[in-house]
């Protein structure tokens, strides 16, 4: 397996976000990686998201492609980790189950609670997202690989957030 490049590191994301990160870092990564992947990439699309991965790989990211990393794409994935985080550091796969991970000096929230949270926090994701969506419509015709890219462009659309609850009963967005 080729070695994944990560747009966020983890001193960024407890500098900037509201997880606590000690935890075990494999995890965040984990986290990170996929908030990178499914919300990140879907946004840039494919051409510019592979041109910053090789920008980054090579050491040679510099422009309107530094600013778009620096103030929009870190923002937008420290938001997204912190959605993902409240389901992923609660909830632990092991060999014969799944269940709730707890620790001695805190209570867990309840279900509404948690709700409530996770709706805070996907809403922040979502107004980072909506800001560099903007930010990329309007520079645009400086960023070639944002226009060019191969797949249906409806990322590019600015959509509505959505509120519903969605601890248990809407994995799939997780």
């Not at 590019?156 to 994995?171: L, M, S």
Request: aromatic share 10%.
């Amino acid at each position: 397996m080729a070695d994944k490049v990560y747009f966020l590191d983890i001193d960024d994301w407890e500098q900037y976000g509201f997880t606590n990160t000690n935890i075990d870092v494999k995890k965040l990564r984990v986290i990170s990686y996929r908030a990178q992947f499914t919300h990140i990439r879907s946004v840039l699309g494919t051409t510019l998201y592979d041109k910053i991965v090789s920008d980054i790989t090579a050491g040679t990211i510099t422009g309107l492609y530094k600013t778009l990393m620096d103030d929009y794409v870190v923002d937008t994935l420290v938001a997204w980790c912190d959605y993902k985080a409240t389901f992923h550091t609660t909830n632990q796969i092991m060999n014969k189950t799944t269940g709730k991970n707890s620790d001695e000096h805190i209570d867990a929230n309840d279900l509404d609670s948690n709700n409530a949270l996770r709706n805070t926090l996907r809403s922040d994701a979502k107004q980072f997202e909506s800001d560099m969506i903007g930010w990329l419509q309007d520079n645009r015709d400086d960023l070639p690989e944002y226009c060019d890219t191969p797949e249906d462009q409806s990322h590019q659309t600015i959509r509505p957030a959505k509120n519903e609850n969605d601890y248990f009963g809407n994995i799939g967005v997780i």
